[in-house]
C-alpha cells in the first residue's frame, strides 16, 4: 500500500511516500480501507523529535483516520466490512499511523461516522473534537447558561470548543485574527467574537461577563498563557484550562487565584481511556447528526502531499501564520 512515513525523526522533509506491506488485523483489530486523514500539531511534534513517544521505523504518521471496514480480527464485535468509521488516537505509544491506504486499528478505538459526515468532515474533527469534548465536560465541568472564553476560536481544536460549548447551552466568547475569521466564528454560534489583537479586548470580554461576575471557564489554546491576564477576568469558582505550551513558564499570580477559588485543569488527549473518549465520540457523533457540530475544513491534499501538510501545519501552529482556517485533510 502506498503511506506516508518517517525512517527518522527530523524536518517535514523527512517525511517519505511509497509503498509499505499492507497491515493484518490482530484479533480486536478492524482493516480500515482509509478515506481521509487529518493533520494535528502533536503529529509535527512526534515527526520532529520534540515529543518522543515510543515507534519503529518506517513509522507511518498520523492520529486521525475516517474510512470504510475491509475486514475485522475474529474477537471484534461492534464493527462488519462495509462500515463507515473514524477513530483517532494512532500514532501514539507504539501505535501505527493512519496516513496510508490501509490501517489496522484496534477496535476500542474506531466511533461509527454518521451519515451526516463524509470521511474528510470525521477525519478532521477526530481528535480536535475528542479533545474539546474531554476538556469542557470531563475536565471543567461545563454547566448550562456558563459563560466560556476560547482564544483562538476558529483553530483546531478551538472551533470544536465553540461548537460543543454552545450545543451544551452555555454562552462563548470567541477570539480571533481577522475579518474572515469572525464571520466563520459567528456562523460556529459564539456569541461575541473579538481580534486578540484589539488593544480593548479584556474590556469587552469583562463588559460582556460582567453580569455574569467573570468567565466560568477559559479555554486557552496558545502555547504562552498569561495568568495574570486570565485570573483576573474569571468567575469565583471559575476554572481554567490548559492543554497547550509544554515548555512555557509563566508568572501565576497566587493571590487572587486562591481567594477566587479557581481551578486549573490540564490534560492531553491521549491520555484518556478508550471508554473516556468513547463517550466523547458518543456525543460528537449525536451532534452531527443534529447539525450542531460542523469539523472545519481548511486545505485538502493528496496524501503524497503529507510533507507539504506537515509544513503548512507548522506554519500556523508554530510560526502563527494565520493562513489556515480549518483542517488539512488529505486522501490517499
Ligand atoms: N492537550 C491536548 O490534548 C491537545 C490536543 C490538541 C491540540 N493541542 C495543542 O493545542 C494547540 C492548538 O492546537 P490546534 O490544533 O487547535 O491549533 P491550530 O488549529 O493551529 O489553532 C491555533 C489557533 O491559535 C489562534 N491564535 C494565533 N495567535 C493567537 C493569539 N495571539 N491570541 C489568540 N489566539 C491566537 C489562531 O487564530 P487565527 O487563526 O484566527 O489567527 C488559531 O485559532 C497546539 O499547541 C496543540 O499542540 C493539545
Not at 518506517?58 to 463507515?84: K, L
Not at 479586548?201 to 486557552?220: H, P, V
Not at 474569571?234 to 512555557?248: E, F, H, P, S
Request: net charge negative; glycine share 12%; charged share 20%.
Amino acid at each position: 500500500m502506498k503511506a506516508a512515513f518517517i525512517e527518522q525523526t527530523g524536518a517535514p522533509d523527512v517525511i517519505q511516500y511509497g509503498d509499505l506491506s499492507d497491515p493484518t488485523p490482530g484479533a480486536s483489530e478492524v482493516l480500515v480501507k482509509v478515506g481521509a486523514v487529518a493533520v494535528n500539531p502533536i503529529d509535527t511534534y512526534l515527526r520532529a523529535g520534540i515529543v518522543a513517544m515510543p515507534f519503529e521505523f518506517p513509522y507511518i504518521i498520523g492520529s486521525d483516520v475516517a474510512g470504510t471496514v475491509e475486514a475485522v480480527g475474529s474477537n471484534v464485535t461492534r464493527f462488519q466490512p462495509g462500515d463507515r468509521v473514524w477513530g483517532s488516537n494512532q500514532g501514539f505509544f507504539g501505535r501505527p499511523g493512519t496516513f496510508a491506504e490501509y490501517a489496522a486499528i484496534d477496535e476500542q478505538w474506531l466511533y461509527p461516522t454518521p451519515d451526516e459526515q463524509c470521511d474528510e468532515q470525521a477525519a478532521a474533527g477526530a481528535l480536535t473534537g475528542i479533545t474539546a469534548h474531554l476538556g469542557l465536560f470531563l475536565h471543567a465541568g461545563l454547566r448550562e447558561g456558563e459563560i466560556v472564553f476560547v482564544n483562538g476560536g476558529t483553530g483546531g481544536v478551538g472551533s470544536a470548543v465553540v461548537q460543543f460549548a454552545k450545543a451544551a447551552g452555555a454562552r462563548v466568547i470567541a477570539t480571533v485574527g481577522s475579518d474572515e475569521k469572525r464571520k466563520l466564528c459567528e456562523t460556529l454560534g459564539a456569541d461575541l467574537v473579538l481580534d486578540y489583537h484589539s488593544s480593548t479586548l479584556d474590556d469587552e470580554i469583562r463588559a460582556f461577563a460582567e453580569s455574569n461576575g467573570g468567565l466560568d471557564i477559559w479555554w486557552e489554546t496558545q502555547r504562552e498563557p498569561s495568568f495574570d491576564r486570565t485570573v483576573g477576568l474569571m468567575k469565583k469558582r471559575g476554572r481554567i484550562v490548559l492543554m497547550a505550551g509544554r515548555d512555557a513558564r509563566p508568572a501565576f499570580p497566587v493571590g487572587p487565584f486562591y481567594v477566587n477559588e479557581l481551578r486549573l485543569v490540564g490534560f492531553a488527549m491521549f491520555n484518556a481511556s478508550p471508554d473516556e473518549q468513547s463517550e466523547c465520540a458518543d456525543e460528537m457523533n449525536h451532534w452531527a447528526a443534529s447539525g450542531q457540530w460542523k469539523p472545519l475544513i481548511g486545505e485538502a491534499l493528496p496524501l503524497a502531499d503529507a510533507a507539504k501538510a506537515h509544513q503548512l501545519q507548522e506554519a500556523n501552529t508554530l510560526q502563527k501564520q494565520g493562513s489556515l482556517t480549518g483542517k488539512i485533510v488529505l486522501k490517499p
